[in-house]
C-alpha cells in the first residue's frame, strides 16, 4: 500500500478504464477522489473515454457526486442503478453523449461479487418481462448503446436473465481511516455498501485499488474484525481534506447512525394531515406481529412515524437496502442511512435476503400503473430515475404494496366526518392504459401468485388473476365520479367491496 496524493492516484488510471465507484448517495462515497479526477481531465485531458460502474447514484441532485464527470469525454458508458441524484450524468445518457445502462442496484451489487470470485455473471429470475429484459429494452438508455450485457438463458424450462461479468480495472473507495498495512476501517462510515466487493473485483480483475481516507493511523491500533477492506486489496490510500469527508451530502456523522439506541427518544417528525396521511395510515394496516419490512423511499417512509405514534413500531423490523437491520430509516438525502440500526452489514448480503424471499411486506413508491398490474418508478415524462433497489425488493417480497395518490400534479384532498373529499383534481393521471417503462411485471407476479395491492387515497386496488380489482372504497368517494373518469383501463369491482378505514 502506498500513500498517495490524490492527483498520484488519480494519474493511475488509464484511458479506457472500467471504474466502479462506491457509495450510497453521499454515504461512503469518495467525493475528494471524483473531484480530482474530474479536474484532472479538465486540465489534461486524461483519463478519457472512461466506462462508470456504479449501485446507488451517488449525488445530491446538482452538482456534487457523480454529477461531476458528466463532461464531455471523460466517459464513454455508464452503468447504473439508481440515477435519480445524478442529473447531469443521467441527461448525457438520455441525449446519447454515452453509452448508458440501467441495472437493478442489487444485481450490480451482486455482480461485483460474482466478478471477484471469477464467474461468468449473475443469474436470477429478477428482471423477467421488465425493461431489463433484453427482449424488451435490455436496460439500455438510448439507441447509441448497442451491446447486450443481459441475457434470456433456459435452464430446467425456466427463464431467467443473465447478467454478464466484466472486468473491473479501478476501484474507488472511501473508509475512515487506514493503517501502515493498508487495512481499512469505518469508525464513523454509516455504511459499508459494497465497498468490499468492489475492492475484491478490481483486485482480482488484474485493477488497482484506490481509498480515500481521513487519517492514517498507526498499526496494531484496532482488533482485526474492525477491519472492512484488508490491505492486501488496497493499491494507493490518499487523505481527503475533513470538508470532503463528510457523513454523506445532508451533513457530519451523527453517533446515532452506528449506535444502538432507544428509538423511542428520537424525535420524529409528525405526518401531516392530507392524502399522504391516509394512504400510509391505510398501508400501516398490512404490516403483522413480527413482519420483516422495506420501506422504499418518498411516501413509504411516512409509514415509521405513523408506527410509533400509534405505539406499534415495535411489531416490525425495518430494513434498508443499503445494509441495515432495524432501527429508524432517514429520509432526504439521509436516505439510505438509519438512526440506531441494530446491525450494519454488506449492501450485497442485504439484496441476497431480499432476493431469496426474506422480506414479509415490501412498501414501494409508484409514478404509473397500468391494468395489466405493471409498475413504472424509472423513466417516465422524459426524466431518468433509475430502478435503484426497487426491483430487488419487490422481486421476492411475500407482499408487494404500491402506495401513491391516485393521480398527480396539484392534487388536493380533505378528510370531513370521516369521509374524504376531493378539492382539487391532480392534473396527471397515475393509472394509465400502458406504462412508458415495465419496473415491475404484472404478469410474473400473477405467474408467482404473489401478493400485490396500490393503495391510493381512494382506495385499495388487488392484483387477481382477472386484473387489477377494487377491493376497498374509502368513505366518501364515488367510483363513478371520483375514480372512473381518471383511470384509463377497465378496473374490476369487488362484489363484497370492502370500507377502507380512514383515520
Excluded at 29 to 35: A, F
Excluded at 273 to 301: C, F, H, K, M, Q
Excluded at 393 to 420: C, D, M, P, Q, Y
Aim: with cysteine; glycine share 12%; proline share 5%.
Amino acid at each position: 500500500m502506498k500513500i498517495l496524493s490524490a492527483h498520484e492516484a488519480i494519474n493511475l488510471i488509464k484511458n479506457g478504464d472500467t471504474v466502479a465507484i462506491g457509495g450510497f448517495l453521499g454515504a461512503v462515497h469518495p467525493e475528494y477522489l471524483v473531484d480530482v479526477l474530474a479536474e484532472t481531465f479538465v486540465e489534461n485531458g486524461t483519463p478519457n473515454k472512461l466506462n462508470l460502474v456504479f449501485t446507488a447514484g451517488q449525488g445530491d441532485g446538482y452538482d456534487r457526486g457523480l454529477n461531476r464527470l458528466a463532461i464531455p469525454g471523460l466517459l464513454r458508458r455508464a452503468v447504473g442503478g439508481h440515477w435519480n441524484l445524478i442529473p447531469k450524468l443521467a441527461k448525457m445518457a438520455l441525449d446519447g453523449e454515452i453509452e448508458g445502462y440501467n441495472l437493478p442496484l442489487g444485481v450490480i451489487c451482486q455482480l461485483f461479487r460474482e466478478i471477484a470470485a471469477g464467474n461468468p455473471g449473475r443469474i436470477t429470475s429478477l428482471g423477467i418481462n421488465t425493461f431489463v429484459d433484453p427482449r424488451l429494452e435490455g436496460g439500455k438508455l438510448n439507441a447509441n448503446t448497442k451491446e447486450d450485457l443481459v441475457e434470456v438463458i433456459n435452464i430446467n424450462g425456466e427463464e431467467y436473465l443473465w447478467y454478464r461479468s466484466f472486468p473491473i480495472n479501478v476501484g474507488i473507495l472511501r473508509g475512515t481511516c487506514a493503517d501502515r498495512f493498508g487495512n481499512i476501517y469505518f469508525d464513523h462510515e454509516p455504511i459499508y455498501a459494497e465497498t468490499l466487493a468492489i475492492a475484491e473485483a478490481a483486485h482480482n480483475s488484474g485493477g488497482i485499488v484506490i481509498v480515500q481516507v481521513e487519517e492514517i493511523i498507526e498499526n496494531y491500533q484496532r482488533p482485526p474484525r474492525s477491519v472492512l477492506i484488508p490491505g492486501i486489496l488496497v493499491d494507493a490510500v490518499v487523505i481527503a481534506p475533513s470538508e470532503y469527508h463528510r457523513c454523506n451530502f445532508a451533513g457530519p456523522y451523527e453517533e446515532s447512525f452506528t449506535t444502538q439506541g432507544d428509538l423511542s427518544k428520537l424525535e420524529l417528525n409528525p405526518v401531516p394531515a392530507g392524502w399522504r396521511r391516509i394512504i400510509a395510515e391505510r398501508a400501516l394496516l398490512e404490516i403483522d406481529n413480527g413482519d420483516v419490512v422495506n420501506l422504499g423511499i418518498g411516501l413509504p417512509e411516512q409509514i415509521a412515524p405513523l408506527a410509533r405514534e400509534h405505539g406499534v413500531f415495535d411489531r416490525m423490523t425495518l430494513t434498508v437496502e443499503s445494509g441495515l437491520i432495524g432501527g429508524i430509516p432517514c429520509s432526504g438525502q439521509n436516505f439510505g442511512l438509519s438512526r440506531h440500526p441494530q446491525a450494519i452489514f454488506d449492501q450485497n448480503y442485504i439484496f441476497d435476503f431480499y432476493d431469496g424471499g426474506g422480506l414479509d411486506v415490501a412498501f414501494l413508491g409508484m409514478a404509473e400503473c397500468d391494468g395489466n398490474g405493471n409498475v413504472n418508478v424509472s423513466r417516465f415524462n422524459g426524466r431518468l430515475a433509475g430502478v435503484g433497489g426497487f426491483m430487488n425488493i419487490a422481486h421476492r417480497a411475500k407482499e408487494v404494496v404500491f402506495t401513491g395518490s391516485f393521480t398527480a400534479g396539484g392534487l388536493e384532498v380533505a378528510v370531513e366526518n370521516g369521509k374524504v373529499r376531493i378539492l382539487k383534481e391532480g392534473k396527471i393521471a397515475k393509472f394509465v392504459k400502458q406504462v412508458q417503462q415495465v419496473s415491475f411485471s404484472g404478469d410474473f407476479a400473477r405467474k408467482h401468485k404473489k401478493k400485490v395491492k396500490f393503495i391510493t387515497e381512494r382506495g385499495v386496488f388487488d392484483l387477481l388473476e382477472d386484473g387489477l380489482t377494487l377491493t376497498e372504497l374509502a368513505p366518501g368517494i364515488n367510483i363513478e365520479k371520483d375514480i372512473l373518469p381518471h383511470i384509463d383501463f377497465s378496473i374490476n369491482v369487488a362484489g363484497d367491496l370492502k370500507v377502507m378505514p380512514v383515520f
